[in-house]
Nanobody
Framework: QVQLGESGGGLVQAGGSLRLSCAASGRTFSSYAMGWFRQAPGKEREFVAAIGWSGYNTYYADSVKGRFTISRDNAKNTVYLQMNSLKAEDTAVYYC????????????????WGQGTQVTVSS
């Protein structure tokens, strides 16, 4: 079992930046593939970015490619999402997720989810 806690959300103007963090409990964080998802009002949750257990491989949704960067620090049990050039359409609740098993970046199949952090981009 792993518990995830997101932080770093807030209100930012279009074109600005935010860095989200997701801290994980447990001693096996380094074996998890980690992902970020988001859900905007009235929409389904969608994939944003993922990183494999080693941190070497990443994968992004087309909508954020070139603007967002996912990274991880296994010594701190934390995964990050650096978000630059933010747009109004990036407004959503952002969730981190974990999938055990020494996997590369995953688009789906996550077992554990955080509670989410709100990101609001004003235009």
């Amino acid at each position: 079992q792993v518990q995830l806690g997101e932080s770093g959300g807030g209100l930012v103007q279009a074109g600005g930046s935010l860095r989200l963090s997701c801290a994980a409990s447990g001693r096996t964080f380094s074996s998890y593939a980690m992902g970020w998802f988001r859900q905007a009002p009235g929409k389904e949750r969608e994939f944003v970015a993922a990183i494999g257990w080693s941190g070497y491989n990443t994968y992004y949704a087309d909508s954020v490619k070139g603007r967002f960067t996912i990274s991880r620090d296994n010594a701190k049990n934390t995964v990050y999402l650096q978000m630059n050039s933010l747009k109004a359409e990036d407004t959503a609740v952002y969730y981190c997720a974990a999938r055990p098993g020494y996997r590369g970046p995953q688009v789906e199949g996550y077992n554990y989810w955080g509670q989410g952090t709100q990101v609001t981009v004003s235009s």
